[in-house]
């Protein structure tokens, strides 16, 4: 039968596509309905919600994706026994790819919210599935044949934007270079394009968007649904960085509803960081991205919604009569309310004091360091401006794949605010720079696009100009706590929310001045800005919540020593 000759795909091809024995599939018949397809029909369609996870009974379903201009490739084709579905499912989010029916088919459906039953009910059958679920995302991927097609010049800003939002949100898609690809030119002309309107977006859907918003793109490719405003949450989180999906993960799994809010991507600065070596259980040391989407796909497994990208613009101090609920106003015009709030909302990066700094952000200028910006910086020299451990961590990752690395600090050394480790690391990089006691003090190019960097030395106050297309910062970060002025939640001088003993009135270490709100992670005041940290409070935070639902009548708490 045909399968992809993609080498990922062939590689785990036994763990990606599994065989379900019969006595496993009577398991499931208690979650899913008996389905029959004829011959020909398609069972599922590339931008619409599937009606689920499609276990074949008999016959063959075809799974394909978008391999080209007007072509399809096959994937696979899974007999009976195997199943098509792959992470989308889990949460009821349109499709990747198309399945059809190549002969009479008996399946049994078993739809999303169903599915969340068996991942958490059949543990040794949900870790095959939830394992195959994810590995299929991967493929989708690395394959990059699926998900919503961006045209327009490779080293556009707009398409560096778009094609880092879609990457920091999991999401498989492609780029097609305007300027060298045919497939491009193709459909330029197709969709009547004047290339000075580009980047376009084709999505699954067959809709086009004209250089869109990372919301509307959002939209448009469901990754972001309209929020049910007349339901009550259990507990709202704010931010989906390490902490809110460490208490996404223990709310969920100890049955609160849960909605979890991120203004741009699953992982926080977590999801920034290239190798996170210090955090426990991971001896290799893993890459950000990969533990937020494990964590983020695990918060969905135990049924946490997410609304991403969608932003809380303000808490109101609004409740119900009994003073028992909060309502976030969200977006542009959407309206949230729930019983309790979690503030795990972070910090942002900080950026340069430089007048024309905004000209060159998205294209030269970079707060983060993935595959997209290394590949932009392939074989040239890049300056990265930091001492602590991100900087670091960036400094080694480029390294491997530019040429030359300068890493600029306003200190004397590195060893002051850097991890041991990384340090030693940094000295045995050859093709990088340290240049201490140094600071940046203008940029210069045309159109966008960086062409040099000068900087001081802070000791002799020399000035060197130097040619650089690309400027990393991670200079540190401020708290996101704009959104809760005029909500009571009390703040430090330096915007970081008060919790426990420090804001007087509350009832638990993590609760603010607010009675039902808490703030967990980098964002509260006195936090170690540490991944571990946020997890280990995001953690917490659910005994609290439970205590607090408790406390107020609207929930029963777990049994003395919290559930495991
Ligand atoms: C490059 C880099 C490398 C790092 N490496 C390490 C490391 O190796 N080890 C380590 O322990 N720590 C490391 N850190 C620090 C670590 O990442 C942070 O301590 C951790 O991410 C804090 O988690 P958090 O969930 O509290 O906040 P954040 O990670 O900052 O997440 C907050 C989230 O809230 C969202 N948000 C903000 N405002 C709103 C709003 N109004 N509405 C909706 N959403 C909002 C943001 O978009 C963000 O996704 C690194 C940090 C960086 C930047």
Known sequence: ?????????????????????????????????????????????????????IIVLSGKVEVTQGGGLDRRETIVTHGPGQFAGELAQLSARPSLVDAMAVEPVEALVIPSHRLRDVLVREAELGEHIMRALILRRVGLLETGASGPTIIGRADHADVLRLQGFLARNGQPHRVLDADGDPCAKTLIERFHVDPHHLPIVLCPNGKALRNPSENELARCIGLVRPIDATKIYDVAIVGAGPAGLAAAVYAASEGLSVIVLDCRAFGGQAGASARIENYLGFPTGISGMALMARAYNQAQKFGAEMAIPDQANQLSGRADADGRRYVLSVGDDETLQARSVVVASGALYRRLDLANLAQFEGSSVH??????????????EVALVGAGNSAGQAAVYLASRVKKVWLLARGGSLAASMSHYLVERIKAQPNIEVLAETEITALDGHGGSLETVRWRDRASGEETTHPIRHLFLFIGADPNTAWLARCDVALDAKGFVRTGGDCGAADHALETSRAGVFAIGDVRSGSVKRVAAAVGEGAQVVAALHAYLARTGDHVAPAAGGRT
């Open 1 to 53: 039968m045909p399968q992809s000759a993609h080498p990922l795909i062939a590689a785990r091809h036994d763990q990606m596509f599994p065989t379900l024995a019969p006595a496993e599939i009577d398991r499931l018949r208690r979650f899913g309905e008996a389905r029959s397809y004829a011959a020909g029909e398609r069972i599922v369609k590339a931008g619409e919600v599937s009606p689920g996870l």
């Open 367 to 380: 707060y983060w360091a993935s595959p997209i910006e290394a590949r932009l910086c392939g074989g040239q």
